[in-house]
């Protein structure tokens, strides 16, 4: 192995922590997010507010704006 190709490899494992890590902090959020709405977001559902519904949609549009991103869906389509 030449010395730049151990560059690159060594490169590469960086790149390939830098992504596990940010992919278990997203996993993470998405788990946060996942029990938050199972327990409405902390709204309760009997006297649920119109803030906490501008917040939820809000909240909504974002990530469908990373999901857009990812699928290439929207503005964000090749």
């Not at 902090?25 to 559902?45: C, I, R, T, V, Y």
């Not at 501008?54 to 699928?71: E, G, N, R, V």
């Amino acid at each position: 192995m030449t010395d730049r190709e151990a560059r690159a490899a060594r490169n590469q494992e960086r790149i390939l922590a830098a992504f596990l890590a940010k992919k278990a902090e997203f996993n993470a959020l998405l788990a946060e997010l996942a029990q938050a709405s199972e327990d409405h977001f902390g709204a309760d559902p009997e006297t649920v507010l119109w803030s906490e519904a501008a917040w939820l949609s809000d909240a909504t549009a974002k990530l469908k704006d990373i999901a857009d991103q990812y699928f290439r869906r929207g503005e964000h389509a090749c």
